[in-house]
């Protein structure tokens, strides 16, 4: 042999490990799996708490203001008509007596009297009252998801939904969102 065959002998078998190693690697590359299937998809949620405030316009009783403070009017007319009414009953220098205690007795209940008309005197008016209520709400962070790879089980966060599958790349799950192509 020449040496020009040897040569060429051991080019060809070089090359020929080199396609052969290549192939295998190959063969193992198509045998990875490319996607791990989606066992279960679980939301994560964080709650948020935003304060508002909320108003409301609420019907208010309050004692209406006094006018006659020392209810004389309520006492005038109690005494005239006691004293009207004691005049009628008694005679002679009884009649002055039970004209007198009649007056002051009809002073009594008629300052009574008024004093308990103006408790029940009442004013109604609208006020708004607002206070700060707190509103809660969940908002989706991500996702817990749990993958099946070559037979086990694994579980990987992701920021995005995913379909029934996620892609593997080099052996591993890939839990980017994919590109949006316009």
């Given at each position: 042999?020449d ?27 198509l045998?990875?799996p ?47 008509a ?72 694994g ?28």
């Amino acid at each position: 042999m020449d040496k020009s065959m040897l040569k060429g002998v051991a080019v060809g078998g070089f090359a020929m490990v080199v396609l052969g190693a290549s192939g295998v690697t190959g063969y193992q590359a198509l045998k990875k799996p490319t996607v791990a299937d989606v066992v279960a998809v679980k939301p994560v949620t964080e709650t948020v708490v935003t304060p508002r405030e909320r108003c409301e316009d609420v019907q208010v009783r309050r004692q209406a203001p006094v006018q006659d403070q020392h209810r004389v009017a309520g006492t005038v007319v109690g005494g005239v008509a006691g004293g009207l009414l004691g005049g009628a009953v008694g005679r002679g220098n009884g009649n002055t007596l039970a004209t007198v205690a009649g007056a002051v007795a009809g002073g009594y209940a008629g300052n009574q009297v008024q004093k308990n008309l103006q408790q029940k005197d009442v004013v109604v008016s609208t006020e708004r009252r607002c206070k700060t209520v707190n509103e809660k709400s969940q908002n989706v962070i991500g996702y817990q998801v749990t993958y099946r790879l070559d037979g086990q089980e694994g579980t990987a966060r992701t920021a995005f939904k995913p379909g029934a599958t996620l892609p593997v790349k080099d052996g591993k799950v890939v839990t980017t969102p994919p590109e949006i192509r316009s």
